[in-house]
């Protein structure tokens, strides 16, 4: 089990992708993949050099795998104002999956 890791983050724009938590891997932990889950829920994506690697609209989302020995920036979508929940913790599957 992954150490989870949580924090907040209140959106300083109405609708504009920011940028909520940011992930490097060493190449021997390329293989490493965690659960981000965000409350409430809100869209998500991954962002590597710019381009978008992968993208949920369930509130949560999958970050690390090959990728992240780039530099991964998970990025959120939502209201001015609002404040969401950030959670990090194990890879989410489809056991353990969020439903709601």
């Known amino acids: 089990m992954a150490e989870l890791h949580i924090k907040s983050h209140t959106f300083k724009t109405d609708g504009e992708w920011e940028t ?3 992930l490097w891997y060493s190449p ?3 293989w490493q993949r965690n659960g981000l889950r965000v409350t409430p829920p809100v869209p998500l994506r991954i962002v590597v050099f710019g381009k978008v ?10 970050q690390g795998g090959a990728s992240a020995m780039l530099l ?3 990025q959120a979508r939502g209201q001015k104002g609002q404040t969401i929940r950030v959670e990090v ?3 989410i599957t489809e ?3 969020p439903t709601g």
Not at 53 to 62: A, F, Q, R, T, Y
């Open 20 to 22: 909520i938590d940011t």
């Open 89 to 91: 913790g194990d890879e």
């Open 53 to 62: 690697v992968d993208e949920s609209d369930e509130g949560w989302i999958n």
């Open 95 to 97: 056991a353990n999956r």
């Open 28 to 30: 021997f932990f390329y």
């Open 72 to 74: 991964q920036r998970i």
